[in-house]
């Protein structure tokens, strides 16, 4: 009983930390827009970006997103020592309260940067994986959000592949070698499900390019 109230309590407990609308009120308080009816609609970093035109929006978004991801998974860590369910409890609330703040309406952003806040300190690897295939998928096109989608939806792969190389990363012990990719393919499928739309707009510019008549 004990550590399921530890799991819930960490799991909750990153929800509300994640769960500050960092874009919503630094854009408020920059522009006096809303920022849940402009640009995309988002609340992170880019749609911040590009609403106000603001680098040290933008940058400032992205530093309070990553900390706030790493700060919950860091908690853990320092009050509990190695506890895999309490640690992966609040890598996934983090990003819930991100993606679905209850102060704005349950809106917000789409998880990436405190996810990689979070698995910094959990599973760096985790981390290294999803950049790569960034930075190969954003080499090849230059847009930003089929990067995203490109690296979410492969890095899952070399996760379920190579699940004792993940292993080797990691910061917490799993009971079981098959926990530490379930969590992370969960991870994945979270921030994947925040990027459903723009999947859906490339896939309509694709249909209409000149290239496929």
Same mark, same amino acid.
């Given at each position: ?33 809303d920022?849940?009816?402009?640009g ?10 590009e ?5 040290? /929006?933008g &940058?400032?978004? !992205?530093?309070?997103?990553? *900390? ?9 860590? %320092? +009050? ?32 990436l ?35 995203? /989608?490109? &690296?979410?939806? !492969?890095?899952?792969?070399? *996760? ?9 990363? %990691? +910061? ?42």
């Amino acid at each position: 009983m004990e550590e399921i109230l530890t799991i819930v309590g960490s799991g909750l407990l990153a929800f509300l930390v994640g769960s500050f609308p960092t874009a919503y009120i630094l854009v408020r308080r920059k522009s006096g827009k809303d920022l849940r009816k402009e640009g995309s609609g988002n609340i992170g970093t880019l749609n911040a970006f590009e609403v106000t035109r603001s680098r040290v /929006i933008g &940058a400032g978004v !992205l530093l309070i997103d990553l *900390v706030k991801g790493a700060i919950p998974v860091f908690l853990v860590y %320092s +009050l509990l020592g190695d506890v895999f369910l309490p640690a992966s409890a609040a890598l996934i609330g983090t990003v819930l309260g991100h993606n679905y703040s209850p102060w704005i309406g349950w809106k917000g952003g789409r998880g990436l940067a405190p996810a990689a806040g979070a698995t910094l300190v959990y599973n760096p690897l985790l981390l290294v994986i999803w950049v790569i295939f960034w930075l190969a998928a954003f080499a090849k096109t230059r847009n930003v959000h089929f990067g995203n /989608i490109s &690296a979410t939806l !492969l890095s899952p792969l070399i *996760v379920l592949l190579f699940p004792e190389l993940l292993q080797s990363m %990691s +910061l917490f012990t799993p009971a079981s070698p098959s926990f530490l990719p379930a969590v992370a393919v969960m991870l994945f499928a979270l921030i994947f499900l925040k990027h459903i739309d723009p999947f859906r707009q490339l896939i309509e510019r694709y249909r209409k390019s000149p290239t496929r008549s």
